[in-house]
T-cell receptor, first 112, second 115 residues
Framework: SQQGEEDPQALSIQEGENATMNCSYK?????LQWYRQNSGRGLVHLIL?????REKHSGRLRVTLDTSKKSSSLLITASRAADTASYFC????????????FGKGITLSVRP | KAGVTQTPRYLIKTRGQQVTLSCSPI?????VSWYQQTPGQGLQFLFE???????NKGNFPGRFSGRQFSNSRSEMNVSTLELGDSALYLC??????????????FGEGSRLTVL
């Protein structure tokens, strides 16, 4: 079953615009991670934010985490055509033998 | 450092056959996880191995099995294939420390088609 649910399911923007993607989850977590997948290929890790962190930056990426609302957002600033991909949030739930549970993903299209 | 290597990349099987997929993790990584990705269900966790022991298992039937060798390489096997097993099978390795799951490094996947 999916722990994280991303919103929107698909997003189309113009190059240079910002892209904001949201993720909601259901249980307590150790951390939340965002991954990118180019068509039919493996996933690439983008950023990890721990449950005691509220915001994290990495290059053009900004991630926020609100554990009280059980939600996270990923902001990609100044988007490029190369950012076109599927983006997934993944949660590491608390408890023994944790594992990463992925949402169904957001398809981002950046028009040149 | 070489990335995660999965073989074969593509394969076609018929219903009732079995298949074995292989995964070589990044050197030094002792944790290997397997995921099944389909358009309808998304990424579903199959199992995780750490130091040759199955550490966690997803909600899949017993036809899906795996193992890990002493060099951390892992294999997964699917017996009595069904049409619904057609999917991209992804392997991921990590340098797991403690109970939490850190960054996963994924291979390119093995795309299985069952006819």
């Amino acid at each position: 079953s999916q722990q994280g649910e991303e919103d929107p399911q698909a997003l189309s923007i113009q190059e240079g615009e910002n892209a904001t993607m949201n993720c909601s989850y259901k249980t307590s977590i150790n951390n939340l991670q965002w991954y990118r997948q180019n068509s039919g290929r493996g996933l690439v890790h983008l950023i990890l934010i721990r449950s005691n962190e509220r915001e994290k930056h990495s290059g053009r990426l900004r991630v926020t985490l609100d554990t009280s609302k059980k939600s996270s957002s990923l902001l990609i600033t100044a988007s490029r055509a190369a950012d076109t991909a599927s983006y997934f949030c993944a949660t590491d739930a608390t408890g023994a033998n944790s594992k990463l549970t992925f949402g169904k993903g957001i398809t981002l299209s950046v028009r040149p | 450092k070489a990335g995660v290597t999965q073989t074969p990349r593509y394969l076609i099987k018929t219903r009732g056959q079995q298949v074995t997929l292989s995964c070589s993790p990044i050197s030094g990584h002792r944790s290997v996880s397997w995921y099944q990705q389909t358009p309808g269900q998304g990424l579903q966790f199959l199992f995780e191995y750490f130091s040759e022991t199955q550490r966690n298992k997803g909600n899949f039937p017993g036809r899906f099995s795996g193992r890990q060798f002493s060099n951390s390489r892992s294999e997964m096997n699917v017996s009595t294939l069904e049409l619904g097993d057609s999917a991209l099978y992804l392997c991921a390795s990590s340098f797991r420390q403690g109970a939490q799951t850190g960054e996963l490094f994924f291979g390119e996947g093995s795309r299985l088609t069952v006819l």
